[in-house]
Each structure stands twice: as structure tokens, then as C-alpha cells.
């Protein structure tokens, strides 16, 4: 009987060393995912584009006929910046032009500015992020003496033209 035992423990031993040490082991172990080494050492030069969609609207008697044909419709610059030497920006100006709609230009005879730039912002059908450009006439009342822009607070600006 010390023997069937003696067996038995060995037994015993024999599924908990050859079944249970292992199988405890592949369910208690962490998961490690493999990395994309490649793209992790891109990440190291940066690029970064940033876009600006830009709106030059002409009110009545800021262009003359002729210089109103020589306008393009749409116009794209783009400039590099080195931040550092691993770190670029790309700037992209997409610049559009025309001229004001009756309701625009009844904004832009408003007392002040800043009256205009309220009523400009609630007619804006510009996309979010765009700034606005309105250019005015010399003879415009809309901006004070001696001053030639107004920067609004809703990504409008007013400038006044010159002949």
C-alpha cells in the first residue's frame, strides 16, 4: 500500500510539473503587442500642414472694371517654416475672391465697426476656421480718420483701399 502511495503522489507531481506549470504559465503571462518601430522613428520628423481658407470681398468702388477682370477667382501660397531641425510647418493660404453681396454691403454701412463685424459674422456663410477680408472704399465712413483697418472679433477684417 506504500507503494500504490507512493505512486499515486508521483503521480500527481507528474500532471501538476508537466500540465499545470505550464498552463498556469500561459494564462497568467501579459500580452505584449509587437510595435511599429518604422513608424515610431518617423514620428521623429514632424510635419505639420496648416491651412488657412482666406476671403478677400470687394465692396462697391474699391475695383475699377479693368482691375476687376486682372482678379483671380482663387489664389494658393505656401510657405516652410523650420521649427528645428526635426520639426516643419507648412503654412497654406487658400485665398478667394469677390465681390459683396447687397447685404454685405449694407453691413458695411453701419456706424461703426464693430456694428459691421456683427452684422458681417451673422451673414458669413464662410466655413469655420476662414477669415473674411472685406476691402472698402477710400471714401468709406466706416472706419475713423486716418485709421486703414479694423480687426473684428469673429475672424473678419475691414481694410481700407486705395486707388
Not at 508537466?18 to 505584449?32: C, D, Q, V
Request: hydrophobic share 35%.
Amino acid at each position: 500500500e506504500k507503494w500504490r502511495g507512493r505512486n499515486a503522489a508521483l503521480a500527481i507531481a507528474a500532471v501538476v510539473i508537466i500540465i499545470g506549470i505550464p498552463l498556469w504559465w500561459k494564462t497568467t503571462e501579459t500580452y505584449r503587442a509587437g510595435l511599429p518601430y518604422s513608424e515610431i522613428s518617423q514620428l521623429e520628423n514632424l510635419q505639420l500642414q496648416l491651412t488657412v481658407a482666406v476671403e478677400v470681398v470687394f465692396s462697391r468702388g474699391t475695383l475699377t472694371p479693368e482691375q476687376q477682370k486682372k482678379v483671380p477667382l482663387t489664389d494658393t501660397h505656401e510657405k516652410e517654416h523650420s521649427v528645428d531641425g526635426k520639426t516643419n510647418l507648412k503654412y497654406r493660404y487658400e485665398t478667394k475672391y469677390r465681390t459683396a453681396t447687397v447685404m454685405e454691403e449694407d453691413a458695411l454701412t453701419m456706424p461703426t465697426p464693430e456694428e459691421a463685424d456683427l452684422s458681417l459674422f451673422r451673414l458669413s456663410e464662410s466655413p469655420c476656421g476662414s477669415v473674411v477680408v472685406y476691402v472698402i472704399p477710400e471714401s468709406s465712413t466706416l472706419l475713423p480718420e486716418g485709421a486703414s483697418a479694423y480687426v473684428g472679433k469673429r475672424r473678419t477684417a475691414v481694410l481700407r483701399g486705395d486707388r
